[in-house]
């Protein structure tokens, strides 16, 4: 969590400094207004620093999105993560693929051709993964026979699915020609998975840990570069 | 617009401290025993001065009174669990032991996220519960033992019943 709030807090003053050095540079114009349209390709940078400072964690994500319209992007993610949990009771390790498809919706009204984002989305979900039961202790209330030691067992459970629902807000700002740093945050809601047998998914690749219920949460800290493909006017509004 | 991301940050923040590593689910069970009066065998007989120690413990589990109600814990890492019951332990002139050797099938079942895995016990049928009397005989006092349910899965109903 502290992390998280350290990647939110350089996010915003990373915006504030580029949003005002954006503004600088930006001529007024009075003719028709075009906007660019293309696919924007990025990296989780969260997910990648995470694997070199966590031990038991590996992940890599990359993230892509396409403008459909003035305020719509068709967005995607496509990513591996490999977790290692060492709960008190449970060891486990939970390796898979995920991809999360969906749109964002720019809420941001920008100045002459900036093309900065505040956007909301929503995101589908899917993940193929499996666990491996590393260790685990038998809890037992009334130990007067002495408690039992860990008990090492390896067992994997593979072939194991799950679908949610993801619900996104986040900013993207270019910093440089073509180049976007961004953060989201996500809350993700389980639809179904499907569980191991005597064991349960405690984590799942791209929808993170999961609590007791069906909900998630995620973040992610993207870099990504624009890659222009046509160019649209801007129609104009209608007088009210 | 800024509200709407207001609340879904914070949303955020307060599942992430969310607290689930505290057990609170039922786990291992303990056999449940009821005592019941054999002269009239649907009525609960409170024991008295009932030392019950586990063969092989230096300490009792506990001395029993004023209950018809007793929990035993079932050894984990093996399929028999031996208990000695002493009634009237108090008095060295009414005391009365006797030996009761419990054989079942363990099975390891997942609970939960905090509290790993539990030990479910299925006693042996027939011969799930066999009854002795003391090394140096003093005569049984348990008259008769019926096994109520073979299955201890849980501890919110009786598994033996004793007539004495």
Known sequence: ?240 | MKKIIFLLALTFFINGCEKDDICTDETTPRLIIEFYDITNPSVLKNVTSLKVTGVGQTDALDTFSGVSKIELPLKLDSDTTQYSFVLNSSSSSLLNEDFLEFNYVRNTVYVSRACGYKTVFELDNPSGISLTDATTPDGLWMQNIVINTHSITTENETHVKVFF
Request: with cysteine.
């Open chain 1, 1 to 240: 969590m502290k992390l998280m709030l350290k990647y939110f807090f350089n996010g915003c003053i990373l915006l504030a400094f580029f949003g005002g050095f954006a503004q600088e540079t930006k001529k007024d114009s009075a003719v028709a207004k075009t906007e660019r349209y293309g696919i924007r390709l990025g990296v989780d940078l969260f997910k990648l620093t995470r694997s070199f400072y966590e031990k038991d964690y590996r992940g890599i994500e990359i993230t892509g999105d396409y403008r459909l319209t003035r305020k719509y992007y068709l967005a995607a993610e496509i990513g591996n993560e490999s977790k290692t949990v060492d709960d008190v009771q449970l060891n486990f390790t939970t390796k898979g693929s995920y991809i999360r498809v969906g749109f964002d919706y720019n809420a941001y009204e920008n100045w002459l051709d900036m093309e900065n984002q505040i956007y909301v989305g929503l995101r589908y979900g899917f993940s193929s993964f499996s666990q491996t039961l590393n260790s685990y202790s038998i809890y037992n209330p009334n130990p007067y026979f002495g408690q039992q030691d860990l008990i090492t067992s390896g067992e994997k459970f593979t072939g194991l699915t799950a679908h949610w629902a993801e619900v996104v807000a986040g900013v993207k700002a270019e910093i440089f020609n073509n180049l976007y740093v961004g953060f989201s945050f996500r809350l993700n809601r389980m639809f179904s998975q499907k569980q191991p047998n005597n064991f349960e998914n405690l984590y799942i690749p791209g929808f993170h840990r999961t609590y007791n219920g069906d909900f998630g949460v995620g973040f992610n800290y993207t870099v990504s570069y624009f890659i222009p493909l046509y160019k649209s006017a801007v129609k104009q509004k209608k007088k009210e």
